[in-house]
Nanobody
Framework: VQLVESGGGLVQPGGSLRLSCAASGFTFSNFDMSWYRQAPGKERELVATINSNSARMNYADSVKGRFTISRDNANTVVLQMNSLKPDDTAVYYC????????????WGQGTQVTVSS
């Protein structure tokens, strides 16, 4: 199983970044996909989730209206981040989860996003 994130980097406040997560080694269409983030000294927090058939997307209040999560048939999940703020600075992690009939929980290695002028 592999989840490989890309697209992180340094951006000025108000700018945009597009994170991608390439999944392999499992049946992508059976899993809910999420992006989490962890800032220095803080706990990891859920940013956005898209369910297995793309029917439902949920966002943390802090990113609603600015971030968009999507997935495609090429085993990729994308987080489009607009109007970035310094508080968005964190390591962003891709997560794949399935709870039934058995629990599976996979994580990527993370990609750094830094929002600074």
């Amino acid at each position: 199983v592999q989840l490989v994130e890309s697209g992180g980097g340094l951006v000025q406040p108000g700018g945009s970044l597009r994170l991608s997560c390439a999944a392999s080694g499992f049946t992508f269409s059976n899993f809910d996909m999420s992006w989490y983030r962890q800032a220095p000294g803080k706990e990891r927090e859920l940013v956005a989730t898209i369910n297995s058939n793309s029917a439902r997307m949920n966002y943390a209040d802090s990113v609603k209206g600015r971030f968009t999560i999507s997935r495609d048939n090429a085993n990729t999940v994308v987080l489009q981040m607009n109007s970035l703020k310094p508080d968005d600075t964190a390591v962003y992690y891709c997560n794949a989860r399935r709870l039934w009939p058995k629990k599976y929980d996979y994580w990527g290695q993370g990609t750094q996003v830094t929002v600074s002028s």
